[in-house]
Nanobody
């Protein structure tokens, strides 16, 4: 499975962006998909995830209510809609996928994901 993340860019505080994660090589409709981010000088952190079976969604406290993860199985693509962006959201965003359906605690663990995209930079600044 290859993942291609896109959609990053420069946006003003309060603005919106939608990130895309296009999968190729295999249909990932049943996979768990996740988004993680890494800010300069910080460790990679969990942002959001969506199970393939059942479609349950999970968010970090920092983004809940502002970000929405979704997927279009027909396009083999996942999305991260980011609204009300803040300067502290500035980071490289990575999408990830895994064929397993993890429990809520493990789904936030980057080590549980087998496939990773290359990252897309989001900069929130005026």
């Amino acid at each position: 499975v290859q993942l291609q993340a896109s959609g990053g860019g420069l946006v003003q505080p309060g603005g919106s962006l939608r990130l895309s994660c296009a999968a190729s090589g295999r249909t990932v409709s049943g996979y768990t998909v996740g988004w993680f981010r890494q800010a300069p000088g910080k460790e990679r952190e969990f942002v959001a995830a969506k199970r393939g079976s059942g479609g349950n969604t999970f968010y970090s406290v920092a983004v809940k209510g502002r970000f929405t993860i979704s997927r279009d199985n027909a396009k083999n693509t996942a999305y991260l809609q980011m609204n009300s962006l803040k300067p502290e959201d500035t980071a490289v965003y990575y999408c990830a996928a895994d064929p397993r359906s993890w429990i809520s605690g493990e789904i936030r663990n980057a080590e549980r994901y087998e496939y990773w995209g290359q990252g897309t930079l989001v900069t929130v600044s005026s």
